[in-house]
């Protein structure tokens, strides 16, 4: 099984990354803190590439591990002069009385730096831009917003000021400020296929009925605070706990109501609404099998009701005891009945099962992880039928 990609985004523009997003990748963000304010260039077009390259090196210089950088800048460019963020609404508004009616090149610089080809790949990618007339009380209103102080140009396409652009001819992408088809192709380059990036696997999707209906069919709170009190009695106490699948975040809200700080992670949107309701601020979209978390920050990572759904749950043992600190522990349910997996139209692998308790202790050992402690906990009764039982099992990160 080939090494999942770490991929950075250089940049802490909310909209590269939600476009990032929406294309089903999910970077992990580090801010370079690079001072753009000191940078020039030949030409509009140059700067842009210039600080985009200076992005992702300051970044680079900064990882312990081998990772994908991608830094981005972008600038406005009217008649061979540029334009990056105004900064104050009095040079807002005077920015954007200038363009009103008239056109300009957002210009993007992009960098791509991967660290374990040692390949930098820098790429220019423009965007004619036509404004619509605006008036002066167009104009002030925008202002009054604070959206065109913190983006280049002084200017959204995506945003507020989607409504100000008239037209535009190039890549629709670039203006909100990355080139989704610029960086497929730089990432060929580099060995990496735009795919392999996607976060969510089309056989793990719920849609949002599916998302609505999970927690009724699935025994609902008494289930969930069935586990949270299992998960209870094998948790350190204190420090950060992060739950992969979290799902609609049911059995999170338990453990929070228990007194842990909780994170989530889920490939899914649909759930993903769900549980943002229950823990706002805390859940995110992402990949098991690459978490976009730096080596050894959190103290525990629970999979409930995951491994058995996994064609391969290596990498996510080898993701949980990357993220883990010496002396975390890696909480899981094991041992799903064979049973429940035809019912729920998942033939078993024919030769194994993903949450096979050997299959996993032998494992989990390559990554440092050690069994160390199991409970159990029960399902809802459902009729005449005899009470489920879920065994769960910690495994504990060596301290070295």
């Known amino acids: ?127 004619t831009v036509r404004f619509a007339d605006l008036t002066d009380a167009e104009i002030d209103a925008y202002v009054a917003t604070g959206e065109p102080l913190v983006v280049a140009g ?48 089309r056989k793990l999707r719920y849609d949002e009925a599916e998302a609505a209906r999970y927690d009724e069919t699935r025994g609902g709170t008494e289930r969930a605070q069935a586990a949270a009190e299992a998960v209870m009695e094998l948790l350190p106490k204190g420090g950060r706990v992060l739950e992969l699948a979290v799902g609609t975040g049911l059995v999170a809200a338990e453990l929070v109501a228990h007194g842990n700080l909780m994170h989530g992670l889920d490939l899914s949107p649909a759930m993903l609404h769900h549980a943002r309701v229950r823990l706002p601020g805390h859940v995110a979209a992402a990949d098991a099998t690459r978490l976009p978390i730096a080596d050894r920050r959190c103290d525990a990572v629970l999979a409930i009701w995951l491994l058995h759904l996994l064609d391969d749950s290596t990498q996510v043992l080898a993701e949980a005891s990357r993220v883990l600190r010496p002396d975390g522990v890696f909480i899981t349910t094991t041992e799903k009945p064979e049973s429940s997996r035809y019912a729920a139209g998942r033939t078993p692998n024919e030769h194994r099962s993903e949450d096979a308790l050997p299959l996993l202790v032998a494992r989990a050992a390559q990554y440092g992880l050690y069994l160390d402690g199991a409970t159990t906990f029960p399902g809802p009764a459902r009729g005449n039928t005899a009470v489920p039982i879920y065994p769960l099992i910690r495994f504990r990160r060596s301290a070295s």
């Not at 991929?7 to 803190?33: D, H, M």
């Not at 830094?71 to 920015?95: M, Q, W």
């Not at 000021?161 to 060929?188: K, Q, T, W």
């Open 154 to 201: 002084s200017f959204t396409v995506d945003g507020l000021g989607g409504p100000f652009v008239a037209g535009i001819e190039g890549d629709y992408h670039n203006v909100v400020g990355i080139s989704l088809p610029l960086v497929r192709r730089m990432l060929a380059e580099v060995g990496i296929a735009w795919p392999s990036l996607w976060a969510v696997p």
């Open 1 to 127: 099984m080939s090494a999942p990609v770490r991929f950075v985004l250089a940049s802490q523009s909310p909209a590269r990354l939600k476009t990032l997003r929406n294309a089903g990748v999910e970077p992990e963000v580090i801010v370079s803190g690079v001072d753009e304010d000191n940078v020039t260039a030949e030409s509009p077009g140059e700067l842009a590439r210039a600080l985009a390259t200076l992005k992702a090196r300051a970044v680079v210089s900064t990882l312990t591990d081998h990772a994908t950088v991608l830094g981005c800048d972008s600038v406005l460019e009217i008649d061979g002069v540029a334009y990056g963020k105004p900064g104050t609404p009095e040079v807002a508004r005077e920015r954007l009385r200038m363009m009103s009616g008239g056109t300009g090149i957002l210009h993007t610089g992009h960098c791509l730096f991967d660290t374990r080809t040692r390949q930098e790949l820098r790429e220019l990618a423009s965007t």
